[in-house]
């Protein structure tokens, strides 16, 4: 006579094969970072060595996750809003300006290749021409950030003080033709992020130029998930496996394709402090 299962036993078996299964596919992860250089389609080959990469990580089937560049705001905004289930990995003033209305859910910072886990932005200008906040009235800030212009005013330079309310944004990759700008006493003032600064003194007119303000130590980049798509079982299993790729000489070979050195556990309390700063209610990301 066959051995019957009990339905206790069933039902507990069907959780398992649950908690085991793959998300939804194809799953994106869509890389969104405005100003950098780069298009989709140049990105594509190191998008989908990533892809391959994220998906052995986290113990799913070859061709689960699919993985895409936007270099702008826009493009990244429209794409995550679409139908399809993605992931976002984006630098922290998308993240701070796009987090609710995207509602993108924390998960793991990024460790960009040859810097720090957290960055500090720096505001540089003409020697001697900004003794404060005030003395940018009429003046124009150009940084990688400009397209969120809270995050300049609320996080970045809120502890220097409050800018005048003409200021001008200038959203640029191209931030030596802005501190040239500088440097000859144009009415310019340059915010650079943790990789830009590190390479200031190397310029030929550095001299010119002086630092005015910093940022407290941020995070860098932010992996989320996006929306209700990514269960929590299988949420678990992407951190986990994010966590431990740069420890595999395949994943540390993706993640240098695309300039990463590792992921590493959100820092909860510089983030929060991020959140709160920027004006959000800090929510606690469901891990």
């Known amino acids: 006579m066959p051995k019957r299962t009990s339905i206790p036993l069933a039902i507990a078996l069907l959780s398992l094969a649950a908690?085991?299964?793959?998300?939804?596919?194809?799953?994106?992860?869509?890389?969104?970072?405005?100003?950098?250089?780069?298009?989709?389609?140049?990105?594509?080959?190191?998008?989908?060595?990533?892809?391959?990469a994220v998906s052995h990580a986290a113990g799913w089937p070859a061709g689960t996750v699919k993985a895409e560049y936007?270099?702008?705001?826009?493009?990244?905004?429209a794409r995550f809003k679409g139908a399809a289930p993605t992931l976002a990995l984006v630098p922290l003033p998308f993240f701070l300006a796009h987090a609710a209305d995207l509602k993108l859910t924390p998960r793991v910072q990024a460790v960009l290749k040859d810097a720090h886990e957290?960055?500090?932005?720096?505001?540089?200008?003409?020697?001697?021409?900004?003794?404060?906040?005030?003395?940018?009235?009429?003046?124009?800030?150009?940084?990688?950030?400009?397209y969120a212009p809270d995050f300049i005013r609320n996080v970045a330079l809120a502890g220097w003080g409050t800018l005048p309310s003409g200021v001008q944004f200038v959203e640029t990759g191209q931030v030596l033709s802005a501190l040239r700008q500088a440097a000859s006493g144009e009415?310019?003032?340059?915010?650079?992020?943790?990789?830009?600064?590190?390479s200031l003194s190397t310029l030929p007119f550095a001299a010119d130029l002086e630092?005015?303000?910093?940022?407290?130590?941020?995070?860098?980049?932010?992996?989320?998930?996006?929306?209700p798509a990514l269960g929590p079982n299988d949420a678990k299993r992407l951190v986990a496996g994010l966590l431990e790729m740069a420890n595999a000489p395949d994943g540390a070979k993706a993640l240098d394709v695309v300039r990463i050195a590792r992921f590493v556990p959100l820092d909860d309390k510089a983030l929060a402090q991020a959140r709160h700063s920027y004006g959000q209610r800090v929510q606690t990301a469901a891990k």
């Open 118 to 146: 957290t960055e500090v932005w720096t505001l540089v200008a003409k020697k001697g021409r900004v003794t404060g906040a005030a003395s940018l009235a009429g003046w124009k800030i150009a940084s990688l950030a400009a």
């Open 211 to 227: 630092t005015v303000a910093k940022s407290p130590a941020l995070p860098t980049s932010v992996l989320s998930t996006v929306g």
């Open 19 to 52: 908690a085991a299964g793959t998300p939804p596919t194809p799953l994106t992860l869509v890389i969104c970072a405005p100003g950098y250089p780069g298009s989709t389609a140049e990105a594509q080959p190191s998008m989908d060595t990533l892809a391959a």
């Open 70 to 77: 936007q270099e702008t705001e826009a493009g990244g905004v």
């Open 187 to 198: 009415n310019v003032a340059v915010l650079l992020d943790g990789t830009q600064s590190a």
